[in-house]
């Protein structure tokens, strides 16, 4: 879970509300500098003192998306130009890469059965490499799902890019509904994510269903 990525915009065609659990910098996420970002609580959510340490050991943000009547069911975005990601948000190539990345997962969200109007999507998790194995990603997904539903929300969504994000959410009961290989993603025709550290070789969007 020690791939990081910042908060990405709402997926196509939605409103985000400004309801993020940790909402912190992604110009010093993606510059590597995680030791000096700064923890902004929202009162309006759990209090996460118990669990969220002031050395900053992880960190989950998340958003509720409301989503258009009008969305496309079975309109993804498949191509990304390179154009498109050298002119992301960005100072960092590498951010803009990740977030183009990030954002063709997301489109995934359009395949999701049934009618729904209210998502929480998990734009960020992570725990420090000396802080795994305690379960921090587990509690920190379980408490997402509690305000997903406490909001009234019907699905919780994430895009998730790292093997150990993706083994947190199946065992949290999230099914994978869309997959991009990283072999498929290219810039200029060069694979963009080649032999990374943790053995994945693709990105998920993965979801769970909340009962009303």
């Keep these: 879970m020690n791939r990081c990525f910042g908060q990405t915009r709402a997926v196509e065609n939605a409103e985000a509300a400004d309801l993020a659990i940790i909402a912190f910098s992604e110009e010093q996420l993606f510059s590597g500098v995680t030791n000096e970002v700064k923890w902004v609580e929202s009162s309006r959510l759990l209090q996460f003192d118990?669990?969220?340490?002031?050395?900053?050991?992880?960190?989950?943000?998340?958003?509720?998306?409301?989503?258009?009547?009008?969305?496309?069911?079975?309109?993804?975005?498949?191509?990304?130009?390179?154009?498109?990601?050298?002119?992301?948000?960005?100072?960092?190539?590498?951010?803009?890469?990740?977030?183009?990345?990030?954002?063709?997962?997301?489109?995934?969200?359009?395949?999701?059965?049934?009618?729904?109007?209210?998502?929480?999507?998990?734009?960020?998790?992570?725990?420090?490499?000396?802080?795994?194995?305690?379960?921090?990603?587990?509690?920190?997904?379980?408490?997402?799902?509690?305000?997903?539903?406490?909001?009234?929300?019907?699905w919780v969504v994430t895009a998730a890019t790292a093997a150990a994000s993706q083994a947190v959410f199946t065992r949290m009961g999230f099914e994978t509904f869309y997959e991009i290989p990283f072999s498929n993603f290219c810039e200029n025709g060069t694979v963009v994510f080649n032999n990374l550290f943790d053995g994945c070789s693709s990105g998920k969007l993965m979801a769970l269903r909340l009962n009303k």
Excluded: W
């Design 50 to 154: 118990d669990i969220i340490h002031r050395n900053r050991i992880c960190v989950i943000s998340s958003m509720i998306c409301r989503i258009q009547d009008t969305l496309m069911k079975n309109t993804l975005l498949l191509f990304i130009k390179a154009i498109e990601i050298s002119k992301g948000p960005y100072k960092q190539h590498k951010a803009n890469q990740l977030t183009a990345y990030v954002n063709a997962l997301e489109q995934g969200i359009h395949r999701l059965p049934g009618h729904f109007t209210k998502c929480l999507k998990i734009d960020i998790i992570c725990v420090a490499d000396e802080a795994k194995g305690h379960g921090l990603g587990k509690e920190l997904t379980k408490r997402a799902i509690n305000v997903a539903r406490s909001e009234g929300c019907e």
